[in-house]
C-alpha cells in the first residue's frame, strides 16, 4: 500500500482490521481498566481513529471499508478464516460498553502535540529572524511531485510579484504527500521526492531554498529524514552525473541528495508530528 500512492487514512482504515490491537481493539482488551490515550499526531486532519489506526478509539470503518480501499489500488485483501471474525471487524461504538456514553470516562483521548503546532513554532523562530512565516496548512496531501509544483508556483509568486506575501520569507507547510512508484528499485521518501522535483519546476532560481523532512527522523524506508535544495542543486547534480529527471522518474531521489551531500539525517527522533516542509525566499 505504501507503494500504491494509497493515503495515510486509507492505509490505516486498512491496518485496523488487520491487527489485534488497533480499531479499538486495545481498549477492548484493557477493560474493565479505566483507559487515558495521549496521542502525538502524525496525520492530516488529527482524527483520534486514524493516529496509530486508533488502538484505544472506536473504529468509524468496516471490514467492507478496508475491502473496498484495497481493491481501489488492485491490492489483495488477506482472507479471513472462521476463527478470526472478531479481528476482521472492528468492535463498534453502539456494541461495546467501554464508549457507550454511561461509561464515558473509562475510556477518554486526546491529541497533546500536533503538525499545526510545530509550524506554529517554526513560525516564531522565522519572526524571531526578520523573516515573514506563511503557514499554508496543516493538511497538505497528494503526490509529492504534484504538491512540489504547486508549491514552486506559490515560491515564485512571492518572488516576483509579492503575494501572497513579500521575501524574504519563508512558507511553511505539513501533511503527508504519498508516492506512487514506477521503479521498485529507485530508494527515497515522500519529503526527498517533493525536494526532488520542487528543484526541477524552480529550476535553479536564485534566492529560493528549501527543506522537507519527516519529524519521525526516516522518509519513508531510508535512514534519513529529508533533505534541502538550493539554487545550485541541479548544477551540482550534473556535476555528480546525475540527471535530476530521470531520477525522478525513477523515485530515486535518495541516491541524487546523497551525492551531493544534502541528505538530512537526524536518526530517530522519538516522536512523529507528520511532515515539515519549509520553502526559504530572500
Known amino acids: 500500500m505504501l507503494r500504491s500512492g494509497a493515503s495515510i487514512a486509507e492505509i490505516n482504515c486498512v491496518r485496523r482490521h488487520l491487527s489485534a490491537i488497533k480499531g479499538g481493539r486495545l481498549a477492548l482488551a484493557a477493560a474493565p481498566a479505566r483507559v487515558l490515550t495521549l496521542a502525538i499526531s502524525?496525520?492530516?486532519?488529527?482524527?483520534?481513529?486514524?493516529?496509530?489506526?486508533?488502538?484505544?478509539?472506536?473504529?468509524?470503518?468496516?471490514?467492507?471499508?478496508?475491502?473496498?480501499?484495497?481493491?481501489?489500488?488492485?491490492i489483495a485483501f488477506p482472507q479471513v478464516g472462521a476463527g478470526e471474525t472478531a479481528i476482521a471487524e472492528s468492535p463498534l461504538?453502539?456494541?461495546?460498553?467501554?464508549?457507550r456514553a454511561t461509561?464515558?470516562?473509562?475510556?477518554?483521548?486526546?491529541?497533546?502535540?500536533?503538525?499545526?503546532?510545530?509550524?506554529?513554532?517554526?513560525?516564531e523562530v522565522a519572526?524571531?529572524?526578520g523573516i515573514t512565516p506563511l503557514v499554508l496548512g496543516d493538511?497538505?496531501?497528494?503526490?509529492?511531485?504534484?504538491?512540489?509544483?504547486?508549491l514552486a508556483g506559490i515560491a515564485l509568486s512571492c518572488f516576483h510579484a509579492g503575494t501572497p506575501l513579500p521575501r524574504p520569507c519563508v512558507l511553511l507547510s505539513g501533511g503527508e504527500t504519498s508516492v506512487t512508484l514506477r521503479d521498485q528499485s529507485g530508494r527515497g521518501g515522500r519529503n526527498t521526492e517533493f525536494l526532488l522535483a520542487l528543484a526541477i519546476a524552480l529550476d535553479g532560481h536564485p534566492g529560493i531554498y528549501a527543506l522537507a523532512a519527516d519529524t519521525d527522523g526516516i522518509d519513508g524506508s531510508e535512514d534519513n529524514a529529508g533533505a534541502v535544495i538550493t539554487p545550485d542543486s541541479l548544477k551540482r547534480l550534473r556535476a555528480a552525473g546525475l540527471d535530476a529527471r530521470q531520477l525522478l522518474d525513477n523515485n530515486d531521489a535518495y541516491r541524487g541528495f546523497l551525492a551531493t551531500d544534502d541528505q538530512i539525517v537526524t536518526g530517530p527522533t522519538r516522536t512523529n508530528v507528520n511532515d515539515f516542509r519549509a520553502i526559504l525566499l530572500l
Do not use: F, N
Not at 461504538?93 to 464508549?99: D, F, L, N, Q
Not at 461509561?103 to 510545530?118: E, F, K, L, N, W
Not at 493538511?139 to 504547486?150: D, F, L, P, S, T
Open 139 to 150: 493538511r497538505i496531501e497528494g503526490e509529492a511531485r504534484e504538491v512540489a509544483k504547486a
Open 42 to 74: 502524525d496525520v492530516p486532519g488529527d482524527d483520534l481513529a486514524t493516529i496509530a489506526s486508533g488502538p484505544t478509539v472506536p473504529d468509524p470503518s468496516t471490514l467492507a471499508d478496508a475491502q473496498t480501499i484495497c481493491a481501489r489500488y488492485s
Open 103 to 123: 461509561d464515558h470516562a473509562r475510556c477518554s483521548a486526546r491529541v497533546i502535540a500536533t503538525a499545526q503546532s510545530s509550524l506554529s513554532a517554526a513560525a
Open 93 to 99: 461504538p453502539t456494541e461495546t460498553a467501554i464508549w
Open 127 to 129: 519572526r524571531a529572524a
